[in-house]
């Protein structure tokens, strides 16, 4: 792709356009996105444009701009992730069913948790999660998992900082952290009260695909609740998405 004069090629300032698409900002104007993005405005224009023309961006009435659906095909063609989200959703659902609070899938995306799914119950608790959000790798208890079975070098990279504190009770401390993660991968699971919100419980395991961690599943209970039905809850469905998505091959 040919650069700009800032150097920075057309690819780079279309990832950055896209990119300015948040969970909580999903509607914007052409400039709105010039700002976000740090481009010209009329680059903004033409690249916002041309995204239109093209399907990956649509226009509402008002002349705002939003993510087009053929952004949504394309990402879901031959996906992983929706080889995974197909495997895991049945499960999801037996757990759901059991617990009666939030079940939640997620993958490690650039060193942080990147929720696939979730499943509510309209008398479960509080929780911040969504689909498509992402939560620090170091805070939540599917991160947790997903960074204690990481490459070493993407959970040196993260402990060596800053951890931010999420919650009061976030764990910043790289030491503390490290013992931490060793358990997950000693004990298979997770118990992380109080990290994201004070109220609540996160509970999750690891999701492996031929021997290879790829997900973490979790719940998130109210803080007061006993976790062991959950541990086993999660577990139990762990295995069974692990034997569907090595059938899936």
């Known amino acids: 792709m040919a650069n700009s004069l800032s150097g920075d090629s057309m690819t ?8 300015t698409f948040t969970i909580d900002r ?16 009329s680059s903004a224009h033409r690249i916002v ?10 226009r509402d009435e008002d002349k705002r ?16 992730a929706l080889r995974l989200r197909q495997a895991a959703l049945p499960h999801m659902e037996h757990v ?3 617990i ?24 479960a608790g509080a929780n911040i999660t969504r689909i498509a959000g992402r939560l620090p790798v170091h805070a939540s208890s599917s991160g947790l998992v997903l960074l204690a079975h990481a490459d070493p070098s993407i959970r040196e990279r993260v402990l060596a900082g800053p951890l931010r504190a999420v919650a009061r009770e976030t764990a910043t401390d790289a030491a503390t952290l490290r013992a931490v ?25 690891p999701v492996r695909d031929h021997g290879e961690v790829v997900a973490a599943l979790s719940v998130v209970l ?22 569907d998505l090595n059938l899936s091959r």
């Not at 444009?49 to 649509?58: Q, R, T």
Request: without cysteine.
């Open 100 to 123: 009666r609070e939030h079940t939640q899938l997620a993958v490690l995306e650039h060193e942080e948790a990147l929720f696939l799914e979730r499943l509510s119950h309209p008398d």
């Open 222 to 243: 109210p803080r007061e609740s006993a976790t062991s039905a959950a541990v086993d809850a999660l577990l139990d469905a762990a295995t069974a998405i692990e034997q």
């Open 181 to 205: 993660l060793a358990s997950i991968r000693r004990h298979g699971y997770v118990i992380a009260p109080g990290s994201i919100e004070a109220v609540s419980t996160g509970v999750a395991v």
């Open 12 to 19: 780079e300032r279309i990832v950055r356009v896209l990119d």
């Open 26 to 41: 999903t509607v914007q104007t052409a400039t709105e996105i010039a700002a976000r993005a740090d481009l010209p405005v």
């Open 65 to 80: 701009v939003r993510l087009g659906l053929r952004l949504w095909e394309l990402a879901l063609r031959g996906s992983s």
């Open 49 to 58: 444009g041309d995204l239109i023309d093209a399907g990956l961006l649509e």
């Open 96 to 98: 759901q069913a059991l």
